[in-house]
């Protein structure tokens, strides 16, 4: 390991992701149940599909690596995960196409229930960007502002 802990990576990462999107970042959550979809999708050849493919690997392969005194740790609460089955992961990518994203594991407890987006966006703006705030965008054919 490089001494850096898993909080600093994640955090250096989002910075980077921050600047790359200037700013302007999109959230993807992905439920167990969308795995199929997004298996199917990457198949089509959907490249967005295939990428959170790659970034559910990579992130599987980090909670079942993660030295014990280390692990995962929830977006959310922040529980330790040790055990990768029917995570739910929270992504977030610069908002244009990109090949990098930051993906966050969400505990089986905190993606139960409603508003999960709204909580994801909460904690992200508690732990890590505290000077972000939603844009809903209505059109997506429209500039930025
Ligand atoms: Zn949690």
Redesign the pocket.
């Known amino acids: 390991m490089d001494g850096q802990s898993a909080t600093d990576r994640l955090v250096a990462g989002f910075n980077r992701i921050n600047e790359a999107g200037q700013g302007i970042l999109s959230v993807f959550i992905v439920r167990p149940d969308d795995f199929p979809l997004l298996l199917a999708e990457a198949e089509t050849g959907r490249a967005e599909a295939e990428g959170l493919i790659i970034g559910l690997v990579n992130n599987l392969r980090q909670i079942t690596e993660a030295a014990p005194r280390n692990p995962v740790?929830?977006?959310?609460?922040?529980?330790p995960?040790r055990d990768p089955y029917r995570i739910t992961f929270a992504f977030m990518a610069p908002d244009l196409p990109s090949r990098e994203a930051i993906g966050m594991a969400?505990?089986?407890?905190?993606?139960k229930g409603a508003g999960l987006e709204a909580r994801v966006i909460k904690a992200i703006k508690t732990h890590l960007l505290p000077d972000c705030r939603k844009l809903d965008i209505t059109d997506m054919r429209g500039g930025r502002a």
């Open positions: 740790l929830c977006l959310c609460c922040p529980r995960i969400i505990c089986r407890r905190c993606a």
